[in-house]
């Protein structure tokens, strides 16, 4: 399947202006006649292990796109006129909620935010039923993130709206790995065969996990670097038991920092998620720190004009020092911004405008 860059609300508005005018005022459409289509055929976004690198492409192609609407003065399009999306967090977020809700706001979605602490949650309602509750509000799409891995693929088989992983447990967080492939590959050209460094608590990281996936989908060598107590087992290629062969793509493993940030175009410094840690993996924040930290000394190793990421939320002083968080060579704040573009362009293509045959209906 397809998805063409003209949509349904563009012919309804009977609007077929391109997306490259120079910054019209509000009400403009997203639709490009000329454009070429693009290669999309999932109803949900769980994780990008399944989403090939075509579809890949298609999301950070149209977010470019997206970028260039967020830059008008008026920043403001009905391409999405009619669409509903549900963001349902069961854990904390600043900048994935808030990123999704300007997206699909920016696009002339409806966004409705609905906060697990103050819903029926709290009076025993399930996911499943809350889940169905929304789509019987004719949700087109439900954001969710949840503290436990898979809760997404469960609501994902009882809802009628596309279902997206804002973050499940330790699994997957496929979004924010969408939006560092999109920045990576505007800041150095291209992604295959970058060389991207990530450092700290891999294995409590589910934006290292979905990272691993869309980054060796389009071609870069990834390294992971932290503790041994840190690293998820059966990683390394050549010891991988059988069972894990399917757990993610082979990686090199590192646990010297310095060796890992040797030629490294992208360095990309990892939180420790101490609420999903056990006690006992670290002798002390402070050892960690000094053994683990992304500090400027250390960046030099890496190569010259290499670029400094984090997910977001930072702690510095402790996975990254603060003077390099900001420096020169970090782009954090860039890939804050990037993400609006990225789940712009993920909300459009997931509402099969221009193809039609995509939208609705249940899996
Ligand atoms: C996440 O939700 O996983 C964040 O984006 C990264 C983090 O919490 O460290």
Redo the contacts with the bound molecule.
């Keep these: 399947m397809t998805v063409p860059l003209t949509g349904r609300a563009a012919a309804a508005a009977g609007d077929d202006r391109e997306l490259r005018a120079p910054d019209p005022g509000p009400g403009e459409e997203v639709g490009a006649g000329a454009a070429p289509a693009l290669p999309w055929s999932q109803r949900h976004l769980l994780d990008l292990d399944i989403v090939s690198p075509a579809e890949i492409d298609s999301v950070l192609t149209l977010a470019e796109r997206m970028l260039e609407v967020l830059e008008r003065r008026i920043a403001r399009v009905p391409t999405l006129r009619g669409f509903t999306v549900f963001t349902l967090f069961y854990?904390p977020?600043t900048?994935?909620r808030a990123s999704f809700e300007l997206a699909g706001k920016v696009l002339g979605a409806d966004v409705v935010n609905v906060s697990p602490q103050s819903a029926s949650v709290q009076k025993g309602e399930s996911l499943v039923d809350t889940v169905r509750t929304l789509s019987a509000m004719e949700a087109n799409a439900i954001v969710m993130?949840h503290a436990s891995a898979g809760a997404p693929y469960l609501a994902a088989r009882h809802s009628a709206a596309s279902i997206v992983n804002?973050?499940d447990g330790a699994h997957a967080?496929p979004t924010?790995a969408l939006l560092d492939l999109f920045t990576i590959r505007r800041q150095l050209g291209g992604i295959a065969g970058r060389r991207v460094v990530m450092i700290g608590d891999i294995a409590h990281?589910?934006?290292a996990r979905s990272d691993i996936w869309g980054l060796t989908a389009m071609g870069a060598e990834v390294v992971i670097c932290g503790p041994p107590t840190l690293l998820p087992r059966g990683l390394r290629a050549g010891e991988r038991p059988e069972h894990a062969r399917e757990a993610l793509p082979p990686v090199r493993v590192e646990t010297d920092i310095r060796r890992a940030l040797e030629g490294a175009d992208v360095v990309m410094a990892?939180?420790l998620?101490a609420e999903r840690q056990q006690g006992g993996l670290l002798p002390s924040l402070r050892e960690y720190a000094r053994l683990y930290q992304v500090t400027a000394e250390r960046f030099a190793l890496a190569r010259p004009g290499a670029l400094l990421m984090h997910?977001?939320?930072k702690n510095e002083g402790i996975e990254i020092a603060s003077d390099i968080a900001t420096g020169d060579h970090s782009i954090i704040e860039r890939q804050v911004t990037n993400g609006v573009a990225v789940r712009m362009a993920l909300l459009y293509l997931l509402s099969g405008r221009g193809a039609p045959e995509a939208a609705g209906g249940a899996s």
């Design positions: 854990e977020s900048r994935t993130r804002a973050g967080h924010q990281s589910r934006v990892l939180r998620q997910p977001g939320p």
